[in-house]
């Protein structure tokens, strides 16, 4: 193999050694170094394709036999932001396959999640509502839900979940209340997440007060 590189100065090393000195999900930068010379040599790869492939391979044996397997595939896509059309298709899969599908709060989120990245809103909305309504929907599973929302670039919705999660389990003192906060904030609404840090942070766990407080001080600052 043969690569161009532009040597650079280093500081000195007495035997010669190979250092990964740049590391990044698709590439990396391997340094020789020797002396006082540096010898970088940019090493790239198709990671995700990789790991598509494989996802692809083992969803047609034995892993592909539960829906908590297809799910994860999906999960997968969506961290990555490729395959969503595919991605899709798995997440129907996990709620409806034969003998592997299961509807029910996870399966039914995660293909909600697909369809609002592909900006099928109405779709998505749809599939929430279902999640929603499902018996087996726990607090803290949504609270979590509404946390991939706000990672997902999707506050609106996000408060719209803390919200009727609040609703549902109006006796929880610190969950549903950080989520109300976390939704206010992620939508500009400072006062209201302001409040909520607030009451929440009297509710917290022990060890966890002062850190609440400080979400609601540097919320405060940017008034």
């Given amino acids: 193999m043969r690569v161009e590189v532009v040597p650079q100065t280093t500081a000195y090393t007495e035997w010669l050694t190979y250092d990964f000195i740049i590391k990044n ?26 790991y598509l492939t494989k996802i692809r391979q083992e969803l047609q044996n034995s892993p592909g036999f539960t829906w908590q397997n297809w799910v994860a595939a999906v999960n997968f896509c969506l ?19 034969p003998f592997i599908g299961e509807k029910n709060f996870t399966t039914l989120t995660t293909k909600s999640r697909v369809l609002y990245k592909l900006n099928k809103k109405a779709e ?5 509502a279902d999640a929603m309504a499902e018996s087996t929907a726990t607090m803290n599973e949504v609270h979590n839900f509404g946390r991939q929302l706000l990672t997902d670039g999707n506050p609106e919705k996000a408060l719209e979940v803390f919200e009727l999660n609040r609703k549902n389990h109006p006796d929880d003192k610190f969950a549903t209340i950080v ?24 509710n917290a766990p022990e060890g966890q007060r002062d850190y609440y407080l400080g979400l609601a001080g540097a919320l405060e600052s940017k008034e």
């Avoid at 590439?27 to 990789?50: N, Q």
């Avoid at 961290?79 to 396959?97: H, K, M, R, T």
């Avoid at 939704?183 to 609404?189: C, D, F, H, I, T």
């Fill in 124 to 128: 998505g909305d749809k599939t929430v």
């Fill in 25 to 50: 999900p698709a590439s990396t930068t391997l340094a020789l170094k020797w002396e006082e010379l540096m010898v970088p040599v940019k090493i790239e790869a198709d990671v995700t394709g990789a």
């Fill in 79 to 97: 961290s990555n932001g490729i395959n969503l059309d595919e991605a899709l298709q798995w997440s129907e899969y996990a709620i409806s396959a």
């Fill in 179 to 202: 989520g109300l906060a976390r939704g206010y904030e992620a939508m500009g609404k400072n006062k209201l997440a302001v409040k909520n840090y607030r009451i929440a942070a009297e």
